[in-house]
């Protein structure tokens, strides 16, 4: 497979099965499916995450575990703008793992989220468990509901393109745990953007379609989310790299190590934070910070164009997390 | 852990996790999830399938092992009287399987499963798509809606038992595979209950929530899901050995090999076929077998027992697979 294998193979899947019928507004593609279900729309999502791949139990506990793959998966709602409904969780444990001990730690994780998450609420319906010969499979099913979607595929030229919080945190924060023996001194607040992501409900819930047109959780880091709102649109989009927000820890974390903040914010991925376009007009909400803007699609050129300090203009590729690459991990929709 | 290690963890779960709110009708021990939804009622449940676990690839395509994954969690929606809606599947590839051929024949197992089912429909709207260091793992997460929930719990003193089609055909399919060497000659019909179940609307979509009083789908074997509607409806269960319906293939099968197709029935699972309580008075619908009844809870005794064909009663133990025991494997609903 190419580097491109795990988008292909997207491709692929949304090819040889049947299209959506009438009922599904929004099928393969977009961070959940929307269905029309009575007077509103019904969303739908799914997230898995494989010990070796999404986590090490070295790093992160089992009550990180479970939070995490909960927060992915509500994550993707919130980037459709929408409420969660219901929650089941499908959990393969290798047999040693199948105690008392590791079960009641997983479920500490869920309940912590439920908390965390207040207002905001979910309901834990349901599952199945498994044993597993290998790793730990988790996968998260999560049901929501909306009025109104944001899709990614809605950005207009003119927009405004914003981020949520400090991307790159996350992967900071990664990048701390793995080389932690040399390190030796580490923000929580990195580790935690890390282990335990907060789905931002707290701002999706304020947003307002009218004026909100494109909506993608950064799950993959900047780059590769705008090159999908970039695709989903068919727009062509600018970031200015200076206005990418970055937060003194990580800063000072990359100085301390000879690490790129920029490469964590556009690569990293694993934040959870929302890239957001606004109508040119619209005052961009608290929590938000302005990175860039939407253009005119032209015949040719990048989908994506990183405008330097300099002001020399890059290409940005979607370099996220590709899962049949040579890369880190992370998951990618369906 | 102890051979009962898989429901107490699930027991466990449900324990140390927040219990549903007042929209969900049906948490946690279903075959599926129930939540008010508008005027109706929304479904939800998820199945997994894990490589070396639930299959193997030198028995099954990969065309099998999509179309049992979208089976398997199907059943669940018609083991509630439901209809399905929409369908999102997450599935973790080692990199040697994550390429075209693989996808191919992956995604021509969903289409066949869309094919075979009609009229009932589904929507394949996504879900997620990883790497794996180890097995392959699938989870397909389903919605479906119905008007009137049929529930495990609502068997009644007095009802009849029935059971659709024939009990221990998967598991006289996956024996004769097991041991093909020696066997040489095996119905396609017995393979084909294994690696290609078909959830049983046809029957579940003509019965009437009036006089079917409980309803389940028997992946784990009769014995196991006769002690589910039993537990979860707080009745005893009475089956009478020689109304169990065995096809003679199974039969001839079973005595080719010196095993038991009584004890494939009971113990064999990954049927999903569907087993109800119908009232008293009732018409046992066409495609089920009576097979015996739902006593009066007793303060003690077994929740069910076996009646044999010289008339001795022995009490029949859930006995079908258990995950984190030394025996075959199936799923389990959380």
Chains 1, 2 share one sequence.
Not at 205 to 213: F, G, I, M, N
Not at 215 to 239: P, Q, R, W
Not at 306 to 316: A, Y
Request: charged share 20%; hydrophobic share 40%.
């Amino acid at each position: 497979m190419s580097a491109a294998g795990e988008f292909d193979l997207i491709d692929l899947i949304k090819r040889l099965t049947q299209g959506p019928s009438a009922r599904v507004e929004v099928g393969i593609g977009d961070d959940a499916a929307v269905i029309r279900a009575g007077s509103g729309k019904q969303l739908l999502c799914s997230d898995c995450m494989v010990e070796g791949v999404h986590f090490d139990l070295t790093m992160m506990s089992p009550a990180d575990v479970a939070y995490k793959a909960l927060a992915t998966c509500l994550s993707d709602i919130a980037a459709m703008g929408g409420t969660p409904i219901a929650v089941v969780l499908s959990l393969a444990l290798p047999k040693e793992k199948a105690n008392e001990k590791f079960v009641t730690a997983f479920c500490k994780g869920i309940e912590k989220l439920r908390a965390d998450l207040l207002p905001v609420q979910f309901d834990f319906v349901g599952g199945d468990l498994s044993s597993s010969p290998g790793p730990i499979f988790i996968d998260v099913a999560c049901t929501g509901e909306t009025a109104r979607p944001i899709l990614r595929s809605g950005a207009k030229p003119g927009d405004q393109l914003a981020v949520s919080g400090w991307p790159g945190t996350s992967a900071a924060g990664l990048y701390g745990m793995q080389n932690w023996k040399t390190i030796k001194e580490l923000s929580g607040a990195l580790t935690q953007a890390h282990t335990r992501p907060l789905p931002r409900f707290d701002l999706s819930q304020k947003l307002d379609s009218e004026t909100c047109h494109a909506l993608i959780d950064v799950s993959d880091g900047l780059a590769s989310e705008a090159n999908h709102l970039a695709k989903a649109s068919n727009v062509k989009i600018e970031i200015i790299q200076e206005k990418i927000p970055s937060h003194e820890r990580i800063q000072a974390l990359a100085d301390r190590t000879n690490q790129s903040a920029l490469d964590w914010a556009l690569f990293g991925g694993e934040d959870y934070e929302l890239l957001a376009c606004f109508s040119a007009d619209a005052q961009i909400p608290d929590g938000f910070t302005l990175i860039g803007r939407v253009l005119e699609t032209g015949a040719t050129g990048p989908a994506v164009t990183l405008v330097k300090p300099n002001g020399e203009k890059t290409p940005l590729g979607p370099g996220g997390f590709n899962h049949f690459a040579p890369k880190p991990p992370a998951s990618e929709q369906i």
